[in-house]
C-alpha cells in the first residue's frame, strides 16, 4: 500500500498525468497519477491517506522546488493537472464526507485587474494541500470577497494583482473586508507586492510563493 | 531611412523610448480601462506620450498595442476591433515619429500553450491579426515582448515574419532565481532563447521589464556569449516598484538608470531603452549617454 502511495506522490511531484500523457519524457509510458489513484481505490486504500500520504505530499514536493526556483510554472501546472485528475477519482469520497479538506481558502484577482495565471497556479497548488478552494476568477471587487466569506466559515480569503496599479486596491479592499468582518484573515500575493506593502495595507499575510502561502494556511487552521 | 538591423551593423548604437503603460495611467487612465482602447477615444493622450519620447531624443518609439491581440481585447468587448485598435495604435506613433522608426508592440495573450487552453494556430492567428494592423498604420518594425515562453515567441515571429514585411524583434523577460541564475517565469534562459528566436526569424533579441538595468548587463553578456553578432535590445524597467502612499513608485532615477548605460554596451547591447516606471527624462539622460555627453 504505501509503495502505491508513493508512486502517486512521485507522479504528482514529476507531473506525470497519465499514462498516455507524454511528459514527463523520463516516465514516459508508465502509468501516472491517474492510473495509480484509481488502482489504489480499487485496493481499498483508505481515501483520505491518498490523498495526505499519496497527493499531498507530491504537491508539497513541487511547492518547495518551485520556491527554490529548482523549477518553473511549466512543471507545476503539469504537477496541478495531474493532481487534479487524481482528484476525480476522489470525489465521491469527498462527497460523502469520508475524505476531509483543510479548511476553505477564498481567492480572486483584485478589482481592475485581469491576469489569472498566478492566481490560477496558487489556487492549484493550495487545493492539491488539501483545501477547498472557492475561485472568484479576475476583476473582483470588495463585496465579492465580503459575499463570499459570508458564505464560507472560516475561511481564509487571498487577494491577487499583477499590475503595480492594480495592487494598490489590495488596500481598499482589505479595509473593506476588515471593516465588515474583523476577524477575516487576507492574505495578498502577486509579482508586484511585498511583505513591507503587506504591513502597509494591514493585511494578514504575503506570500512570495505558493508553498509560502500552504505553510501560512497549514499554520492557521492547524 | 534604412533598417534598424543595417544601422546596427554599421556600427551605431541606438536609443529606444520608454513606458507606456505606467505613463498611460499618468494621464489618468484607471485599472480597468483597456489600454488599447485609447488609440480610438484618446488618440491626443497616445500621441503626446510618443511625442514626448521622440522630443526626449528616442531613434525609435513603439506603439500602443502590448495588449492588442484578442485575447486581451475580448475581455474588455472589443474582440472585433482588433486590426483598427492596431493599425491606430501604430498611426499614432507613425505620426509622432516623423522621420524615426515605429516599433508595433506585440505582449503576450495571457494564455499558455501547454495547458491546453489554445492551440498554436489559435496563438498564431491572433498574433497574424495583430500584426497586420500594426504595419497597416505604418510600424517599421514588429517588437514582440515580455514573452516568457519560447513556443509563444517563435509563434509571434512566425506569424510577423509570414504576414508583413516589417522587421521583426522579440525581446523576454527574465528574474533572478535564488541561485542567481536568470529564468523566465516558465523557466528559459537567456541562452536558451537565442537559438529558437533567431531559427524563428528575429532579426534582434533581447530582453524587457525585469528589475532593472543593473540586471540587464548580466542577461546581454549571457546572450552574447551564445551569439556574438545577432543585434540586442534591452528595454529595463526603473527599478522594483515600491509603495508609497498609496500609490507605486519606480525608484531608478534617470542618472542612475543612464549612468549604467556605457556599461550595457559595453557588454554588447544595440539598443538601450526603457520600460515600466521610465519616463522621457530617463530616455534624455541615456540619449546623452549613448552620445558619451
Same mark, same amino acid.
Given at each position: 500500500?504505501?509503495?502505491?502511495?508513493?508512486?502517486?506522490?512521485?507522479?504528482?511531484? !514529476?507531473?506525470?498525468?497519465?499514462?498516455?500523457?507524454?511528459?514527463?519524457?523520463?516516465?514516459?509510458?508508465?502509468?501516472?497519477?491517474?492510473?495509480?489513484?484509481?488502482?489504489?481505490?480499487?485496493?481499498?486504500?483508505?481515501?483520505?491517506?491518498?490523498?495526505?500520504?499519496?497527493?499531498?505530499?507530491?504537491?508539497?514536493?513541487?511547492?518547495?522546488?518551485?520556491?527554490?526556483?529548482?523549477?518553473?510554472?511549466?512543471?507545476?501546472?503539469?504537477?496541478?493537472?495531474?493532481?487534479?485528475?487524481?482528484?476525480?477519482?476522489?470525489?465521491?469520497?469527498?462527497?460523502?464526507?469520508?475524505?476531509?479538506?483543510?479548511?476553505?481558502?477564498?481567492?480572486?484577482?483584485?478589482?481592475?485587474?485581469?491576469?489569472?495565471?498566478?492566481?490560477?497556479?496558487?489556487?492549484?497548488?493550495?487545493?492539491?494541500?488539501?483545501?477547498?478552494?472557492?475561485?472568484?476568477?479576475?476583476?473582483?471587487?470588495?463585496?465579492?470577497?465580503?459575499?463570499?466569506?459570508?458564505?464560507?466559515?472560516?475561511?481564509?480569503?487571498?487577494?491577487?494583482?499583477?499590475?503595480?496599479?492594480?495592487?494598490?486596491?489590495?488596500?481598499?479592499?482589505?479595509?473593506?473586508?476588515?471593516?465588515?468582518?474583523?476577524?477575516?484573515?487576507?492574505?495578498?500575493?502577486?509579482?508586484?507586492?511585498?511583505?513591507? !506593502?503587506?504591513?502597509?495595507?494591514?493585511?494578514?499575510?504575503?506570500?512570495?510563493?505558493?508553498?509560502?502561502?500552504?505553510?501560512?494556511?497549514? /499554520?492557521?487552521?492547524? | 531611412?534604412?533598417?534598424?538591423?543595417?544601422?546596427?551593423?554599421?556600427?551605431?548604437?541606438?536609443?529606444?523610448?520608454?513606458?507606456?503603460?505606467?505613463?498611460?495611467?499618468?494621464?489618468?487612465?484607471?485599472?480597468?480601462?483597456?489600454?488599447?482602447?485609447?488609440?480610438?477615444?484618446?488618440?491626443?493622450?497616445?500621441?503626446?506620450?510618443?511625442?514626448?519620447?521622440?522630443?526626449?531624443?528616442?531613434?525609435?518609439?513603439?506603439?500602443?498595442?502590448?495588449?492588442?491581440?484578442?485575447?486581451?481585447?475580448?475581455?474588455?468587448?472589443?474582440?472585433?476591433?482588433? !486590426?483598427?485598435?492596431?493599425?491606430?495604435?501604430?498611426?499614432?506613433?507613425?505620426?509622432?515619429?516623423?522621420?524615426?522608426?515605429?516599433?508595433?508592440?506585440?505582449?503576450?495573450?495571457?494564455?499558455?500553450?501547454?495547458?491546453?487552453?489554445?492551440?498554436?494556430?489559435?496563438?498564431?492567428?491572433?498574433?497574424?491579426?495583430?500584426?497586420?494592423?500594426?504595419?497597416?498604420?505604418?510600424?517599421?518594425?514588429?517588437?514582440?515582448?515580455?514573452?516568457?515562453?519560447?513556443?509563444?515567441?517563435?509563434?509571434?515571429?512566425?506569424?510577423?515574419?509570414?504576414?508583413? /514585411?516589417?522587421?521583426? !524583434?522579440?525581446?523576454?523577460?527574465?528574474?533572478?532565481?535564488?541561485?542567481?541564475?536568470?529564468?523566465?517565469?516558465?523557466?528559459?534562459?537567456?541562452?536558451?532563447?537565442?537559438?529558437?528566436?533567431?531559427?524563428?526569424?528575429?532579426?534582434?533579441?533581447?530582453?524587457?521589464?525585469?528589475?532593472?538595468?543593473?540586471?540587464?548587463?548580466?542577461?546581454?553578456?549571457?546572450?552574447?556569449?551564445?551569439?556574438?553578432?545577432?543585434?540586442?535590445?534591452?528595454?529595463?524597467?526603473?527599478?522594483?516598484?515600491?509603495?508609497?502612499?498609496?500609490?507605486?513608485?519606480?525608484?531608478?532615477?534617470?542618472?542612475?538608470?543612464?549612468?549604467?548605460?556605457?556599461?550595457?554596451?559595453?557588454?554588447?547591447?544595440?539598443?538601450?531603452?526603457?520600460?515600466?516606471?521610465?519616463?522621457?527624462?530617463?530616455?534624455?539622460?541615456?540619449?546623452?549617454?549613448?552620445?558619451?555627453?
Amino acid at each position: 500500500m504505501s509503495e502505491l502511495l508513493a508512486k502517486i506522490a512521485e507522479c504528482i511531484e !514529476f507531473g506525470k498525468i497519465n499514462k498516455a500523457a507524454p511528459y514527463p519524457p523520463q516516465m514516459k509510458g508508465q502509468d501516472g497519477a491517474d492510473e495509480f489513484t484509481a488502482k489504489a481505490i480499487e485496493e481499498g486504500v483508505n481515501a483520505q491517506d491518498i490523498l495526505t500520504e499519496g497527493l499531498m505530499v507530491g504537491m508539497q514536493k513541487v511547492g518547495v522546488k518551485f520556491r527554490e526556483n529548482k523549477v518553473f510554472v511549466p512543471q507545476v501546472l503539469m504537477s496541478a493537472k495531474a493532481m487534479s485528475t487524481a482528484m476525480l477519482h476522489l470525489k465521491p469520497f469527498f462527497a460523502s464526507g469520508a475524505v476531509k479538506q483543510k479548511g476553505t481558502f477564498i481567492i480572486g484577482t483584485v478589482e481592475g485587474d485581469l491576469h489569472d495565471i498566478g492566481k490560477n497556479l496558487v489556487s492549484m497548488m493550495v487545493e492539491g494541500n488539501g483545501y477547498k478552494v472557492v475561485d472568484l476568477g479576475t476583476d473582483v471587487k470588495a463585496e465579492q470577497y465580503i459575499a463570499a466569506l459570508k458564505e464560507n466559515d472560516n475561511a481564509i480569503v487571498g487577494l491577487s494583482a499583477l499590475l503595480t496599479t492594480t495592487m494598490v486596491n489590495m488596500e481598499k479592499i482589505t479595509k473593506a473586508i476588515k471593516e465588515e468582518l474583523p476577524g477575516a484573515i487576507v492574505t495578498i500575493g502577486g509579482a508586484p507586492v511585498t511583505e513591507d !506593502f503587506c504591513e502597509k495595507i494591514g493585511a494578514d499575510s504575503y506570500a512570495a510563493d505558493p508553498q509560502g502561502l500552504v505553510e501560512y494556511l497549514d /499554520s492557521k487552521v492547524a | 531611412m534604412g533598417k534598424i538591423i543595417d544601422q546596427i551593423k554599421a556600427g551605431k548604437t541606438l536609443v529606444s523610448d520608454g513606458a507606456w503603460g505606467t505613463f498611460l495611467q499618468k494621464k489618468g487612465m484607471e485599472p480597468g480601462e483597456c489600454p488599447e482602447e485609447w488609440n480610438i477615444t484618446r488618440a491626443d493622450d497616445v500621441f503626446d506620450i510618443a511625442k514626448s519620447y521622440i522630443d526626449a531624443g528616442a531613434d525609435m518609439i513603439e506603439t500602443n498595442s502590448f495588449g492588442g491581440t484578442i485575447y486581451k481585447v475580448e475581455k474588455y468587448g472589443l474582440a472585433d476591433k482588433v !486590426f483598427e485598435l492596431n493599425k491606430a495604435a501604430a498611426e499614432i506613433s507613425r505620426k509622432a515619429a516623423g522621420d524615426k522608426y515605429v516599433l508595433g508592440s506585440v505582449g503576450p495573450t495571457g494564455k499558455i500553450l501547454m495547458m491546453g487552453e489554445v492551440s498554436e494556430e489559435d496563438l498564431y492567428d491572433a498574433f497574424k491579426v495583430q500584426v497586420q494592423g500594426l504595419e497597416a498604420g505604418g510600424a517599421d518594425a514588429i517588437m514582440i515582448e515580455t514573452m516568457t515562453d519560447l513556443d509563444e515567441a517563435r509563434l509571434a515571429i512566425k506569424a510577423a515574419k509570414e504576414n508583413t /514585411s516589417c522587421e521583426v !524583434f522579440c525581446t523576454m523577460t527574465f528574474d533572478k532565481t535564488v541561485d542567481g541564475e536568470f529564468r523566465s517565469m516558465m523557466g528559459i534562459a537567456p541562452t536558451d532563447m537565442v537559438n529558437t528566436l533567431i531559427d524563428a526569424g528575429a532579426e534582434l533579441i533581447g530582453a524587457n521589464c525585469g528589475n532593472g538595468i543593473e540586471d540587464m548587463i548580466g542577461i546581454v553578456e549571457e546572450i552574447r556569449k551564445a551569439n556574438p553578432d545577432i543585434p540586442v535590445l534591452v528595454h529595463a524597467n526603473a527599478g522594483m516598484p515600491v509603495y508609497d502612499d498609496g500609490q507605486t513608485v519606480f525608484p531608478e532615477t534617470p542618472d542612475e538608470m543612464a549612468v549604467l548605460v556605457p556599461k550595457i554596451v559595453a557588454a554588447g547591447a544595440n539598443i538601450i531603452g526603457g520600460c515600466c516606471g521610465t519616463t522621457p527624462g530617463h530616455i534624455c539622460k541615456v540619449r546623452e549617454a549613448v552620445d558619451g555627453k
